[in-house]
Every structure is written in structure tokens, then in C-alpha cells.
């Protein structure tokens, strides 16, 4: 329970209490939450169109060790999935292929034993479909064989996210390879590609935000207060900005922050 302080007509301070929104996000955001905007995306497309979102990429910091991982915010808001080397096809109308009907396909990493065993679980196309509830998943690496007839569309709206891919010579399931392999897809569709468009519209959607972001929001929000006032109560003259650092650090991992930042 937590209080709200309402100005009353006559300028007294009535104290209510209200009840904080029972929704269960220790795992984040829902499934649910993902698919309804990827719905909620496709109605806003015109007919015989599709969209065409890249996920973000790693970032090599030396050799073999790369920066902390950032998922492109777009990619993520349609499909939840925290992992590089995918691509998001959506179409406006269902699409017929050889062996089923979809809406929907998501390329994504298969799964790796020896790349899991140093790296961290990967979902898979099996997950992505029984976790995620996409349509339809395929290992990204067969993108570059994919039959597809783009010449189908009027509009391929596609989006990029921020930064260059890194091309790792040899992976036909690295972002850069996916993004080759579009472009030379629609090589002679270029008066129907639009880069533009799609980002307008997902800025548009992410102004409006659900219950579930509100409540993540807020403990963002508070997880920050209690991170900034311990700070005050330990802070001294003695301190660098390491330190500092560490006891806000501390704080956010303690409280459940998924990132320190």
C-alpha cells in the first residue's frame, strides 16, 4: 500500500490510499505484451506490405571479448527476445510458403552447445516459438537461402539499429550477412523500400505506454531513489568517483536491477 495526496475544492489535504498494481514482472515483460504489439504494428501497416526489424549486434572490445550486450529498444518492444543476430519479418497479410501460413518469422541463433557452455543459454527456434510465441522460427543462418518473393510487397519497411554490424567472414547468420542478403533480394525493389517509415511509426507506438511498462518504469524509478539517498547517508569528503559508483552499484544489484546502468 503506498499514499496519494489529493487537494480537496475546499484547499484541505485528503491522504488515500491505494493499492499497488498486482502484476507479476520479476521475469519482465510478458509474452503477451510482445505479441500484441506486434499485432498491434502489422494493423498499422498498409496492404501488401511487410516490416523488416534487425536486432542489435555485438560489439567486439578486443579480439575475442566484446562490450555488454545492447539490444536494439525496436527489436526487443516485438518480440522479447535479448539475443544478436536476428531478423524480425512481419507481414500485413498472412504469407503462404511451401510447408505453412504465417504472419510472422523470426531468424534468430540456433542453438550451441559449445558456444552456450562460455556464453550463456541461447532460446532457439524451439523456444522462440513455445517461449516467445512467434509464429514461425528459423536458424538465422538459413535467411541467405530463404525463398521468399519480395516482388510480392508494394512497401518493405525496414528498420536498422544504431552502429555498423561487425562481418564476421564465414558467418552466413551474423547480422551483417543477414542485411547483405536482403539488400540483394530486393536489389531491383528499390522504389519500395523505405527506411524511414517504420521508425516513425514504432516511435509512435512506444509514446503509449502499457500498465506493465508503467510498473517497471516506476521501479526503475525507485530503485534509483533508494540507490541515490543510500549515497547521500555514506558519502564523504574521502570518496572517489569509484566509490560512489560502487555503492550505487551495489545498490541496484541488490534490488533487483538487471543492469547497473
Not at 229 to 235: A, D, Q, R, S, V
Request: aromatic letters at 12%; glycine letters at 6%.
Amino acid at each position: 500500500m503506498f499514499p496519494v495526496y489529493l487537494l480537496a475544492q475546499d484547499s484541505t489535504v485528503v491522504k488515500v490510499t491505494e493499492s499497488k498494481p498486482s502484476l507479476d514482472l520479476s521475469k519482465g515483460l510478458p509474452v503477451s505484451f510482445h505479441a500484441g504489439k506486434r499485432d498491434s504494428l502489422r494493423s498499422l501497416l498498409p496492404d501488401r506490405s511487410m516490416a523488416v526489424i534487425f536486432s542489435g549486434e555485438e560489439k567486439v572490445r578486443s579480439n575475442d571479448v566484446f562490450y555488454p550486450f545492447h539490444q536494439d529498444p525496436n527489436f526487443f518492444y516485438l518480440t522479447g527476445l535479448n539475443e544478436p543476430d536476428a531478423l524480425l519479418l512481419l507481414f500485413k497479410e498472412p504469407l503462404s510458403l511451401a510447408d505453412d501460413t504465417v504472419t510472422e518469422i523470426l531468424f534468430l541463433p540456433g542453438k550451441s552447445v559449445e558456444y552456450e557452455k562460455w556464453n550463456g543459454k541461447r532460446l532457439g527456434t524451439y523456444g522462440a516459438v513455445s517461449e516467445l510465441k512467434i509464429q514461425k522460427a528459423l536458424v538465422n543462418k538459413d535467411f541467405a537461402d530463404f525463398d521468399i518473393d519480395f516482388q510480392y510487397f508494394d512497401e518493405i519497411f525496414y528498420t536498422l539499429p544504431d552502429g555498423t554490424f561487425d562481418d564476421r567472414p564465414g558467418d552466413r547468420g551474423d547480422g551483417a550477412s543477414m542485411l547483405k542478403h536482403f539488400f540483394f533480394k530486393t536489389n531491383n525493389l528499390a522504389d519500395r523500400l523505405n527506411n524511414n517509415r517504420l521508425g516513425t511509426i514504432l516511435s509512435g507506438m512506444r509514446q503509449f505506454k502499457s500498465k506493465e511498462e508503467i510498473a517497471l518504469l516506476q521501479k526503475a524509478i525507485d530503485i534509483t531513489c533508494l540507490a541515490q539517498n543510500e549515497l547521500m547517508k555514506t558519502i564523504d569528503t574521502s570518496f572517489t568517483e569509484n566509490e560512489a559508483e560502487a555503492v550505487i552499484e551495489y545498490v541496484f544489484r541488490k534490488s533487483g536491477s538487471e543492469f547497473p546502468g
